[in-house]
């Protein structure tokens, strides 16, 4: 038998990352155990993008290629949840309609022309941030990579 926070943490994995763990409860206790373990899935994320910015770092590139990199790893590696989640939003509250309306746009699979120069605009500010404090250090850069992941999932 598995032990209940293991659960949780499967969950958790399984459901913000792309990482290939075998999630075996789907309850509420396990969801909830999943929520708590949340901040740790961005620790893994944070590290990971920590890496991939300091290998082009290190071999010469500058601090912008970097920060590109830190930003594009937990995309790729959360399959786009939270920017999606933004898009959705951005649409919904530019629409101008009403609320009921409002809620049907973000539930709507496509992206509309605000949810896009909201992408646009959050990934440029991401990556601008980025960009400045690995050109202040790579130790400054790679730490507010791991904390900014950190901080998305709390």
């Known amino acids: 038998m598995t032990p209940p926070s293991l659960h ?3 969950f958790a994995f399984g459901t913000l990352s792309v990482l290939p763990v075998r999630v075996s409860r789907w309850d509420r206790a396990a969801a909830r155990g999943g929520m708590l ?3 740790l899935v961005g620790v ?3 590290c990971g993008a920590a890496l ?3 290998v082009p770092l290190f071999l010469g590139a500058g601090p912008l290629l970097a920060a590109v990199a830190a930003v594009a790893v937990p995309a790729v590696l959360t399959r786009g949840l939270h920017l999606d989640g933004i ?3 951005a649409d919904g509250l530019g629409s101008g309609k009403p609320a009921e309306d409002a809620l049907r746009i973000m539930k709507q699979s496509d992206i509309g022309p605000f949810g896009v120069i909201t992408l646009v605009f959050v990934l440029l500010a991401q990556v601008a941030a980025l960009s400045r404090l690995f050109g ?3 130790a400054r850069g790679a730490l507010a990579a791991v904390v900014s992941a950190v ?3 709390l």
């Open 87 to 89: 898009a959705d939003t």
């Open 8 to 10: 949780g943490l499967r």
């Open 136 to 138: 202040d250090s790579w």
């Open 44 to 46: 893994v994320l944070g």
């Open 151 to 153: 901080a998305a999932r």
């Open 52 to 54: 991939v910015a300091l």
């Open 37 to 39: 373990c949340a901040p």
